[in-house]
């Protein structure tokens, strides 16, 4: 086995990263080319997990005629059908996975409970974690944190379309300075849009690092857990 620096790790995608250049629904390339990254990085003996949104399907606060309650339950079954997807791609390549749900789905899906993905994960599966904290008010990015902190994980890698944080969009603001190290109180004092504050917050007073990286980029993945120095690190 090759030297890796981090034993265990949560991957936090976007539910808009699986829709590739379609912007909504699922694209079976880019899904392909996710797992296949996935699947090196458990073949080096990682254990991962990981959280899905679900923005490709539905986005509850573009919606002003559907109570928020209401629009959040929707996002969280939307996170299900990208769990699912997941699932079943990573399987056809051979990596046995698990989804697990914050909202009981007994006929498609587990429950979530910590001692059953701590199972999970020493026996090599990957486990798929939906429904974010299957509360309203609180957004996958919340999602990833929390279950990040339950299983211990030794950092969250937070796959974004651009290279790393940037002091401002790097796509609108030419002069945008990039970090490659930065503090969550410094993220939370400048409001750079890296995760929501209830998130950052919750990764600061876990003392959980964040690898903000690149996932366009095949060998990324590969390349962080064995300890490379990519994109933008986040601590405290």
Known sequence: ????????????????????DQKTGINTE???NICEQIKRVVDLGVEVAIVVGGGNFWRGRNSNNIER????????????MN??????????????????????????????????????????????FACGTGHPYFSTDTGAALRAA???ADIILLAKTIDGIYSADPKIDKTAIKYDEITYTDILKQDLKVMDSTATALCRDNKIPLMVFAMDEPENMVRIVKGEKIGTIVKE
């Open 30 to 32: 880019v899904i392909t």
């Open 1 to 20: 086995m090759e030297d890796i620096a981090y034993k265990r790790i949560l991957l936090k995608l976007s539910g808009e990263a699986l829709a590739g």
């Open 150 to 152: 339950e299983i211990n």
């Open 83 to 128: 769990a699912l997807a997941l699932q079943d791609t990573l399987e056809s390549k051979g990596i046995p996975s698990r989804v697990q749900t914050s909202i009981d789905m007994l006929k498609i899906a587990e429950p979530y409970t910590r001692r059953k993905s701590e199972q999970h994960l020493q026996a090599g599966r990957v486990v798929i």
């Open 69 to 80: 309650t209401t629009s959040d339950y929707m996002g969280m079954l939307a996170t299900v």
